[in-house]
């Protein structure tokens, strides 16, 4: 049977080339490289076969998802908001949803993932974007905030309350009431194409409706797995690119007549970035099989993943900064980009602390 990545390092290599800091600094991945990637199914590769996917395992994907991340947080970004939103689909829609979306999502339209609102970050339970029934149709009504990929994205999976519970609703983008305005200039993953997504009075077919009537949170957990393991991953990727360009930089640099490398405090710099890659990429590698193996430790397991992968990155991309001095001082190069890309990995799909006290949750619970 044919791998289903095969060949998708060498398209990236192909597309991303050194393009990575120009984007950053324009802002905007071109939408070809989007259309080709989406094309050939990249950008959500765990679709299942069956829905015109590659049906790539979690660990293959992920390993995907961390050589994207190496070359460019912001197409990274895209790639997870893709998967996290054919994710969504997969889990709270039935066999007639799967049919209409998941073919279009893993062959080349582009998707987003909106559950932020200005007074709903950390609390998500505190959303106020509506879904209402109307005969056959339902309406929407909703201000969400950065939403990840939302400036490309074709449709954008909308989390809101319906009924007693909630649900998540499939609107495209060019459907009447939806309007999509650029985050400006945001810190990191500048090109990731981050937007406010207002959504005012948009009616949509019934069976645009995904997972209605479930508890919030429940449904919010469920579409934020995917998100969380393919940060995890990404953050993998940028600990890889910093690692790589600290060690390059420290055997090529001298100073005081030896290289870099030479110098122990230095020697420890990199010792620590070997460290933190390897442990991201173990705690990732221990989520993956338990995404492949359905084990009921998964969501945990993401959690734990996602933590510990952003710290590790963020502190790795701090460290490999110091280890290259001015030379990392210039904007776009490829420590300095990952040293703002990893710090907001430490903000988005549950912050540190909020991925704290689900541990701390999980700790309590824990058999004896
Ligand atoms: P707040 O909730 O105001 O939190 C501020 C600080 O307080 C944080 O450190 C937080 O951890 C801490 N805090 C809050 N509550 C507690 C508590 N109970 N105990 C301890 N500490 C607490 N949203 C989407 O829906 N879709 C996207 O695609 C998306 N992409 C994003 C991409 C980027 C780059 C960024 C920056 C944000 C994105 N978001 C997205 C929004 C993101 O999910 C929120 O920013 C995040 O949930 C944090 O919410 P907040 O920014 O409102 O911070």
Redesign the pocket.
Known sequence: MPEPLAGARELVDDLVGDRAAEWDRSGEIPDEVLRRLAARGLLCAGVPADFGGLGATSAANGEFTAYVGSRCSSLR?VM??QG?AAWAIQRLGGPRQHAMYLPELAGGRLA?????????????SAMTTTIEPDGDAVVVRGR???????HYADVIVV?GRYGSGAAAVVVPISAPGVTVRR?PL????RA?G?ADVHLDEVRLPADAVLGGGQPLMLLVTTALAY?RISVAWGCVGILRACLDAARRHARDRRQFGEPLARHQLVGRHLANLLTAEQIATRVCEHASRGWDSGSPDMVIATVLAKQVSAAQAAQGAATAVQVLGSAAAHEGHVVERAYRDAK?M?????????C??ILADHAVSMAA
Do not use: R
Request: with cysteine.
């Open positions: 970004s997870t908001s996290m987003a993932v909106a559950f932020s609102e200005a007074e709903a970050g950390s609390d998500l969400k905030v950065w939403t990840t990929a939302a989390v985050v945001p810190s990191g993953c990731a981050h998100g907001l430490e903000l988005i799909e549950g912050s540190t602390e909020i704290q006290l």
